[in-house]
């Protein structure tokens, strides 16, 4: 940022912003950037008939090469989510059941963690807390939000078969929630 020095007389110059549109365009800036973080509410839900699903490969906790594209033929709850999100780690338990209950019908819950790589001992502990029975996946790099085009914490995706993304939330997963329930039971009959 250019400054320019103040006339005034002092003993001391003051410095001053030369535009009042830069510091707009940082404050902007900024509330972007601080806007991206947990999503407490669900936001709209949004179908999305048959858009493929982004390409995206990373390594799980175990440290082993996985991707989307391996996936096809299951359906997939993809769940992007982080520690330090409230309504990340409220929505597990759920994540859980759903795992369990509909993993004989070809699906699974993919829990794509977004902490940074000095918390993967919080992301194991909260993996073993919960006794999550879905694969982890890691996203140190944070390319999950360039990919999925992220907004916030948790989202989640409904990947059907053929790889295609048939429903997004950007918000928390409730027990027994009707509008995942509902896309659910028809992505799983295809």
């Not at 790589?117 to 073993?128: G, N």
């Not at 992220?150 to 059907?160: A, E, H, K, M, V």
């Not at 790889?163 to 918000?171: H, L, T």
């Amino acid at each position: 940022m250019t400054i320019e020095r103040s006339t005034e007389s002092s003993s001391h110059s003051l410095a001053r912003p030369r535009s009042r549109s830069r510091l707009s365009a940082l404050a902007l800036a900024s509330s972007l950037v601080l806007g991206f973080g947990c999503k407490t509410r669900s936001s709209e839900d949004e179908a999305a008939e048959h858009t493929p699903a982004p390409e995206f490969a990373t390594k799980n906790l175990d440290g082993d090469d996985v991707s989307l594209a391996d996936l096809k033929g299951q359906v997939v709850l993809l769940n992007v989510w982080a520690t330090w999100c409230d309504p990340c780690v409220r929505e597990l338990p759920e994540l859980a059941r759903m795992h369990e209950s509909l993993k004989h019908k070809g699906f699974t819950v993919i829990g794509l963690n977004t902490d940074v790589r000095s918390k993967l001992a919080a992301v194991r502990t909260m993996v073993i807390h919960h006794a999550l029975p879905f694969p982890i996946w890691l996203d140190f790099e944070s390319k999950s939000q360039v990919a999925l085009k992220l907004r916030g914490y948790p989202t989640s995706f409904l990947i059907d078969r053929q790889g295609n993304v048939r429903w997004k939330r950007e918000g928390e997963i409730t027990k027994n929630d009707p509008e995942l329930g509902a896309v659910l039971e028809t992505v799983l009959a295809e």
